[in-house]
T-cell receptor, first 116, second 112 residues
Framework: GAVVSQHPSRVICKSGTSVKIECRSL??????MFWYRQFPKQSLMLMATSNEGSKATYEQGVEKDKFLINHASLTLSTLTVTSAHPEDSSFYIC????????????FGQGTRLTVV | GDSVTQMEGPVTLSEEAFLTINCTYTATGYPSLFWYVQYPGEGLQLLLK?????DKGSNKGFEATYRKETTSFHLEKGSVQVSDSAVYFCALTGGGADGLTFGKGTHLIIQP
């Protein structure tokens, strides 16, 4: 089946630095990628939708300048957390839609970000 | 807009017990319905799905039936194992640009 690979799985960074998270579709082309944030023991919150060749669409309340999303190619989308602060610590998950409308999505393994 | 409501946990059961996790939804049109499972520190894995009314999704002993009349997609398993301990998410998609709509997740704990 389709595979989405997300790296790194864990990252610890200092406050004020930036962290890049990569999400790759390994055996298919993903023109769209969803980025989620998950707080402990809570559901997934959609942050933004990246689209290859155009600007990302951000959900209300998500800071575009803090969470930079780039969909560089049909197989790669990146999320950069800029000037990270401890409150940005969270579990971030990317997801690519299925082959057709109304089908399941494919998820990356997730990235545990800890800002110290 | 679309929404998914599922029972909140944690749900604690003994091994070999019968499991039901309730899920109801509101959506326009005819969504596809899914159950995803998340093991600690990992992303989400598709457990099962149903794309139209009265369809039954099944996998690894888990089952869920798409009930349009009650707008429900309850997850069941006849005999749970310790390895089933995880967080389970009910989700739907209408095929639109917003992707999946998730429930809040149900933490399942199976004790030996």
């Amino acid at each position: 089946g389709a595979v989405v690979s997300q790296h790194p799985s864990r990252v610890i960074c200092k406050s004020g630095t930036s962290v890049k998270i990569e999400c790759r579709s390994l055996d298919f082309q993903a023109t769209t990628m969803f980025w989620y944030r998950q707080f402990p023991k809570q559901s997934l919150m959609l942050m933004a939708t990246s689209n290859e060749g155009s600007k990302a669409t951000y959900e209300q309340g998500v800071e575009k300048d803090k969470f930079l999303i780039n969909h560089a190619s049909l197989t790669l989308s990146t999320l950069t957390v800029t000037s990270a602060h401890p409150e940005d610590s969270s579990f971030y998950i990317c997801s690519a839609p299925g082959w057709a409308r109304r089908t399941e999505a494919f998820f990356g393994q997730g990235t545990r970000l800890t800002v110290v | 807009g679309d929404s998914v409501t599922q029972m909140e946990g944690p749900v604690t059961l003994s091994e070999e017990a019968f499991l039901t996790i309730n899920c109801t939804y509101t959506a326009t049109g005819y969504p596809s319905l899914f159950w995803y499972v998340q093991y600690p520190g990992e992303g989400l894995q598709l457990l099962l799905k149903a794309t139209k009314a009265d369809d039954k999704g099944s996998n690894k002993g888990f089952e869920a039936t798409y009930r349009k009349e009650t707008t429900s997609f309850h997850l069941e398993k006849g005999s749970v194992q310790v390895s089933d301990s995880a967080v389970y998410f009910c989700a739907l998609t209408g095929g639109g640009a917003d992707g999946l709509t998730f429930g809040k997740g149900t933490h399942l704990i199976i004790q030996p």
